[in-house]
């Protein structure tokens, strides 16, 4: 412990010594999470979170969503997917096309809907509730049958949620289903979680998600500790001005999603904020992936984030105010009777102001819309 403060004061010196006092104590700086963030970290024998433990898969996989309408040629859609080796599919508005047994039996096709429908056998269904609803969906037809509830944070990052309200509205909706339908439900959940342009802390994030979610359903006698998370890039910072930004965005937004341990990536189009579907920017967003997965050697490191002490230190706040958060939640009576009266949710509005005023001020930088704009 004593070798520990010796070498923060030691880099507190030379930084002081190479900045000045003042430039150094401007450093120092607090989030929307209210989390004290420092120019230096060092070993903290005091920090809970031990990072040879952190929860990582044991691999991730790009997934693709197709969305589909009646004149959806499904199974052109999947061979050509398929050629490019991405097997992990999400058809959403399924419309009763038929589809090639062999992709069936050669790859993870799910069935996207809001509630619980009957399919054909052979697909996994991916049940997405709407979260801005005052109700857990009714799983009762579909309770033991092959699904997976998939808990969606889109919601709460459109509303403006910082990442501690993102991770503890979405698990604590988790927790009400599971009050509803018994633990067992816990092997069926799965998360989605929505990557912003905070680099290291949405890094931190995917872990802060799956250890509160290992000591809530511990507590509940059903631990997981391999919970399915995918991870999207969020639409929200996404611009219509100097819009070829946007690729850069998300590609930030999806490696701090690997980086952090989720199972599954997607990617979102560039152009997604002023463009309907079309295949080339669709091609875009694959191959973005397909350079992640193929060119970086990102996926050679099962664990790229145990030696730094800031991720470490972040984690584990965001883990701790979250779990305070989603108590807060739990006390006034849960996620869905919050919905009802809006009370706690409010915070998350107020935090929508606040980021808004940040952007309008320059204090928070979006290049190329408030800043490094090309005339």
Known sequence: MKESKNLEKAWKDKIILDLGRDRYKRLFSTTNEGINVSPHYSSNKKCLIDPEQLLFPKEWNIISEIKCDKN???????????????????????????????FLSNGNIYIKTDRPVNYNSEFKLLIEPNLDSKEPSNLNKSYQENFRLNLSSEFFKKSGANIVQEIAFTLSAGIDY??????????????????????FFEIAKIQATRIL?????????????????TA??????????NYNNN??????????????????????????????????SQRITNNQLLILKNETSIECVNNAISGSYYITYLIEKLAEKSLKLIKKIENNGGYFHDQKNKKIFQEILINHDIEKEQYESGDKVLVGQNKFTNA
């Not at 999207?232 to 001005?241: A, E, F, L, R, Y």
């Not at 999806?254 to 997607?266: E, N, Y």
């Open 178 to 199: 599971v009050n509803k339908y018994g633990n067992t439900l816990f092997n069926k959940i799965s998360f989605e979680l929505i990557q912003g342009n905070n680099y």
């Open 72 to 102: 959806t040629n499904l199974n052109e859609h999947v061979k050509l997917l398929y050629e490019n080796e991405i097997k992990n599919l999400i058809i959403s508005n399924y419309q009763d096309q038929f589809i090639d047994n062999s």
């Open 247 to 280: 690729l850069i965005r998300t590609t930030s937004e999806c490696m701090s999603a690997i980086l952090g341990g989720c199972d599954f990536i997607k990617s979102i189009p560039y152009d997604i904020k002023f463009n309907d579907e079309n295949e080339f």
């Open 213 to 229: 979610w290992s000591i809530i359903s511990k507590k509940y006698g059903n631990q997981i500790d391999n919970c399915i998370i």
């Open 232 to 241: 999207k890039p969020t639409s929200k910072n996404k611009t219509t001005k």
